[in-house]
């Protein structure tokens, strides 16, 4: 973004307010954005553990609560925010959030801010807010839960002014000023026109979470006389500001102000300054920031010591592995894919007015799509748009499959009057438009946006990502069956696309997870060097199998049969439990059980498909397991007799709390489960596998004893038909 490094005394204060308070790329700490993405590493944590990383920064507290804002912006109370807000948008959305702020945190910005002048704004929000909280417990305060967010957010003010005009503060920092005394509210009111504390309060009002918050922010820096006939917060915070502005004894004059506040005694501040360092303390050193008070900073000894370092190889992994798209593809819900993207565009861009328009290819138009949240609608649902009207963006833009805005686009003649009309009905000074196409290239519809041209030039720094996720929401559309209607604009269900691409999405997840455990299992090999070779080996084969199923899913047909091999099924038994063994988190405590036939021989078949049904039945037994158990593989001769040939048995079964007995007829069907976000595939492709390799599959469940599975193929020989 072109940043214009002026004051705002020459410009409209109402409207620099709402542009900058209500910036989205303002960076987090890199410590808190890798914790917070680490939490992830493991599988879905819960939404206490990711809310209990967020508070740590100012920046991720407020982006949080203002994305939770837009969700539901009318809450019932403060208590708990962020634990709140972190539950009411969701784990995936928290995901989504740290991985654009570890974008973020990526790109190059004009500024003057370095690591440890932003690990000392990071320590003196954390220091005023411990400082907070004590205070409020130490006086009764019936919220001490918010008093540590006020004294977190309290200079936050100050940081979105720093990274806004940072010219003005160049100097103050080659002085050896720190970033919380390098400009004072006097000089602020001179260079911008208000001060960082009236500029954090209006941020903060945006977010109707924190109202009584934001008045204790806009009043901190107030003499302390005047603040006496405040509400309790407003108190609380201004001592706790004066108490956290210096790491060192407080000074006389803070003391007295705390004996007029609160008529607290030296012994009692100084036990309140201590237990809020130690508690400092003891979280830099879980961050891995173990500097104390008056020490140096340690000196980097390489590259894995260096947050930025880590936090960029971490970001590379992230996109290259998840992307933005993750939950899209995993959900088959028309109006749940468009919300998903809203919420998304809003995080990457901070832009609030979004909309959707869907392609009808019988009229040719673009048809307004209704979210049916309960936001106010305003007859968009009605709106059509021919898709070949001149100098109309949506239209262009869905033509060319280009993004087009209004500043930067401008029509050749006048713009088309429907612009103008979209506009005001979005209610914004310009509106941008990104097409939707789907990999095939079919038109799908165009996100349409009511922006500024601050806005609009973010958005170009953000575009690719955008138009990425664009394209993802168009593909998740086609991917959930979907096709343009005939007659009303909206999407239909075509359901052999819908299972055909559910099917061979849910084929790939395995291999992919099978490639991430090697891969982890690699990394902790590192300082060993040995086994390296076995480990590629098993990555190889993975990715060569993703290769043939993605090669499946673009020619539109079934998952290719592969080579057969000669497969020993008790080395395959073996080597399946300690693949799934070894990558259990620590504290699921499951036992494996191998009771395997030395009479069995190794057999003729088609080692992909095997694979994939004894995995998918471990893993099916290890999540019925989710306090711990046991997990029991056995392996057995069938003799031959007078009716059947002989036979191999392969058994896998679990002491878990069994299945419900109304699933048990319908277990090999698609869309069968009992997991919550699972599809119900796994089964029913098991099924379909084990009849292509002239094999079977059935099962065996007992409330409470547990389930058993069992394959069967012939011992001689298993061939697909």
Known sequence: MNRVDTGFTAMNRKNALAQLALQQDIPANAHVILRLLGCFDNGVPDNGKLAGVIIRD??????????????????????????????????????????????????????????????????????????????????????PADAYLAGLLHEIGKWILLFHFPGHYQAAFKAGRSIRSALSCEEEMQRFGIDHAALGARLLEHVPLLLPIADAVRFHHFPTHR??????????????????????????????????????????????????????????????????????????????????????????????????????????????????????????????????????????????????????????????????????????????????????DPPSSQPAVIDEQLIRRIGAEGMACIPMRAVCEKKIGCILMGIDRQQAAMLKKRLPLVQSLAGLTADALVHAGSEPSSSTGRLEPVA???????????????????????????????????????????????????GRLLQALAGGNDPPRGPEDRIDPNALLSHLAELVRKNLPPDKDIQFHLALDSTLTAMKTRGDPLKQVILNLINNAVEALPTGGNVYLKSRLIPRNAHETEKMQIIVQDDGPGLPATMKDRLFKPSVTTKKGHQGLGLSIASELMKQLNGTISCESRKDAGTWFFIELPAGRASWP
């Not at 979280?283 to 980097?300: D, I, K, N, W, Y």
């Not at 799509?369 to 709106?383: I, T, V």
């Not at 559910?502 to 997870?513: G, Y």
């Open 496 to 546: 052999d696309i819908q299972l055909h691409i559910r099917k061979a999405v849910h084929e790939i997840n395995t291999p992919l997870s099978i490639v991430k455990n090697y891969l982890r299992a690699l990394e902790n090999k590192a300082a060993e060097h040995d086994g390296f070779q076995r480990d590629i080996r098993a990555i190889d084969a993975e990715i060569n199998r993703i």
């Open 58 to 143: 100012p920046v991720l507290s407020w982006k949080i609560l203002r994305l939770a804002s837009l969700c539901n912006p009318a809450p019932d109370d403060t208590r708990g925010c962020v634990h709140q807000a972190a539950a009411l948008i969701g784990s995936e959305m928290v995901y989504q959030l740290a991985a654009r702020e570890s974008l973020n945190a990526m790109l190059p910005r004009r500024t003057v801010v370095g690591d440890d002048q932003a690990d000392d704004f990071w320590r003196h929000s954390l220091r005023c807010a411990f400082i907070s909280e004590l205070i409020a417990s130490e006086v009764g305060f019936h919220e």
């Open 227 to 408: 603040i006496m006939s405040a509400f309790p917060l407003v108190k609380i915070t201004h001592i706790a500001g004066r108490l956290g502005t210096n790491e060192n004894a407080p000074s006389a004059e803070t003391l007295a102000a705390v004996q007029t506040v609160f008529a607290f005694d030296e012994a009692l501040v100084d036990e309140i300054v201590t237990a809020a360092t130690v508690r400092l303390e003891d979280l830099m050193q879980s961050f891995g920031v173990p500097q104390t008070r008056g020490e140096a900073p340690r000196p980097v000894s390489g590259p894995a010591d260096d947050i930025r370092w880590r936090l960029n190889t971490k970001t590379q992994h992230l996109f290259l592995g998840s992307g933005l798209g993750r939950s899209l593809l995993q959900t088959f819900d028309q109006r749940e894919i468009l919300r998903l993207t809203r919420q998304h565009v809003q995080m990457l861009c901070g832009i609030d007015a979004i909309r959707f328009f869907l392609y009808d290819q019988s009229k040719d138009v673009l048809t307004g799509y209704d979210l049916g949240d309960g936001r106010a609608d305003g007859g968009w649902r009605h709106l059509e748009i021919p898709v070949d009207l001149a100098d109309c963006l949506p239209a262009a833009a869905l033509r060319t499959g280009k993004p087009l805005d209004s500043f930067s």
